[in-house]
């Protein structure tokens, strides 16, 4: 395989590869590299155009605003949103998850309620519902996963009862880089007027279109860092009807109506959601990378992001000491363990020949300490990644097994 122009031209539009053109970068599920556009727009607002937004009347904070809310109509089209009030902006996909929990518990849980996370969920989901859970007395239960690290939907069916009030799952999976069946799962949840489904969207949104509204989930969450945005901003969309019966999660400036002495009336969503000074260059980052990604052959990338991964598996499976976790669906990341090593000696040595990997549990511990106790690495991709790259890691794996 080799790496098309158009990779080689999309790469160039990312100045860290441009310092560091040897780069083996392979941890893009973690962060991707920002792209030039996002950067120059970040320079652009903290050189000619800082000052808040929602606050101020004079000229440059009302236009500030005006071009933050732009962005959250900018959002809302890119994700097919209802309204751009279902946008709510956050620090991250772990702060959206911690409000989306906290608010729904505060709005529709009591004790003996049920709430269905999933096997494959990030800490930032799962610890948040199973800490909630223990302080207020409402029932975790676990989903499970298949032999493929699926979401196993038919058991996933037996778990929903009477007393289901939410059922979390991840779009794709942050250990695994496997894509959960999503569209099954929210059309079943769907079914059940009285529960909530709430997806994390963070390994899934740049390696696959997201359409909110045909996808029928009533929360979707994902960090901007996570596609070429910069890091210190999540999008949280919320859905109208389950929103309307939502109170703050956090509270201080711009989340108010007005306060007294004895009581406080909340500003309307989006914005009581928002308590706080915003990340304004952040939004206005993403704006530029969305822009930027419009003007890019997408499927075309995509596609390619697909053969590569293929071509990655395929070159990983010729080793009789690696498993692969997983064996279909990978979006953007796969992980596997190499026999007889711990997961992290292997990241530090593919370190020292100049590979950048994931090792670890990945935020994901019960699933991967059900996997492999030791760790896994996980290689994960992004449109920019050369086929060279994959190539200097599958040599870097043959070493070790001189090694061994």
């Not at 950067?39 to 000052?51: G, V």
């Not at 049920?114 to 989901?125: G, K, N, Q």
């Not at 929903?160 to 799952?169: A, L, P």
Request: with cysteine; hydrophobic share 40%; glycine share 4%.
């Amino acid at each position: 395989m080799v790496t098309p122009d158009y990779v080689v031209s999309f790469r160039q539009n990312f100045p860290y590869f441009t310092k560091n053109p040897d780069s083996c970068y392979l941890d893009n599920a973690a962060t991707t590299h920002i792209c030039q556009p996002a950067l120059d727009k970040i320079n652009e607002y903290y050189s000619f155009q800082h000052a808040t937004v929602h606050r101020s009347g004079h000229i440059a904070a009302t236009e500030n605003t005006n071009q933050f809310e732009a962005v959250r109509l900018q959002v809302a089209k890119w994700l097919n949103a209802e309204e751009k009030s279902n946008i709510v902006w956050t620090k991250g996909a772990t702060e959206a998850a911690n409000l989306v929990a906290h608010c729904l518990h505060h709005a529709f849980l009591q004790a003996g309620d049920e709430v269905i996370v999933s096997m494959t969920e990030h800490h930032a989901s799962f610890v948040t519902w199973q800490q909630l859970a223990l302080k207020y007395n409402f029932r975790l239960r676990i989903a499970p996963v298949d032999q493929h690290m699926k979401i196993d939907v038919d058991e996933l069916k037996k778990l929903i009862n009477k007393n289901t009030r939410v059922v979390v799952c991840c779009h794709v999976a942050n250990a695994t880089g496997v894509k959960q069946p999503i569209e099954k799962i929210c059309q079943l949840v769907k079914a059940h007027a009285n529960i909530i489904s709430v997806v994390d969207g963070a390994q899934a949104i740049n390696h696959i279109p997201v359409d909110v509204q045909s996808l029928g989930c009533d929360f979707y969450y994902f960090s901007a860092h996570k596609m070429y945005a910069g890091t210190g901003l999540g999008v949280l969309y919320t859905c109208s009807r389950v929103q309307e019966q939502l109170t703050p999660y956090q509270y201080g400036g711009e989340m108010v109506r007005s306060v007294s002495i004895t009581r406080s009336e909340f500003n309307q969503a989006p914005f009581m959601f928002e308590a706080g000074t915003p990340n304004i260059a952040s939004v206005y980052a993403l704006s530029a990378t969305l822009n930027f990604l419009d003007k890019q052959a997408l499927t075309q990338l995509r596609t390619y992001e697909h053969e590569l991964m293929q071509y990655l598996i395929a070159q990983l499976k010729q080793f009789p000491e690696i498993k692969i976790h997983g064996s279909e669906g990978f979006c953007g990341a796969v992980s596997f363990s190499l026999k007889d090593w711990h997961a992290y000696d292997v990241g530090e040595i593919l370190a020292q020949m100049g590979v950048a990997v994931r090792t670890g549990k990945h935020c994901a511990m019960p699933l991967v300490d059900s996997i492999n106790t030791n760790g896994t690495v996980r290689v994960s991709l992004a449109a920019y990644t050369l086929v060279e790259e994959i190539d200097k890691l599958i040599n870097a794996v043959k070493q070790l097994r001189e090694f061994l």
